[in-house]
């Protein structure tokens, strides 16, 4: 069942100190795709991403835990 519909846009020139928000928001299975990630601008673009995604569903859900909430790519 919906509760109710979330969205959320993040401005990644907002995101400071990013290993630590990382640490902070991002599941362990996250994390370590956050570390692959080869420079700055795709760890930022990832870190942003993820926020917005968690934000959202937070907001539509009433979810508590950003660490707890696991959003992975798959294939297609």
Do not use: P, T
């Not at 509760?3 to 928000?21: A, E, P, S, T």
């Not at 080869?38 to 937070?58: L, M, P, S, Y």
Request: net charge positive; aromatic share 10%; with cysteine.
């Amino acid at each position: 069942m919906i509760k109710g519909i979330g969205v959320d846009i993040c401005d990644l020139r907002r995101l400071n100190h990013l290993d630590q928000l990382a640490k902070k928001i991002l599941h362990v299975d996250e994390f370590s795709l956050y570390l692959s990630k080869g420079n700055d601008k795709a760890k930022r673009e990832f870190v942003g991403g993820r926020f917005a995604v968690k934000e959202a569903f937070v907001k539509a859900a009433g979810y508590k835990s950003f660490k707890e909430i696991c959003c992975l790519n798959d294939k297609w």
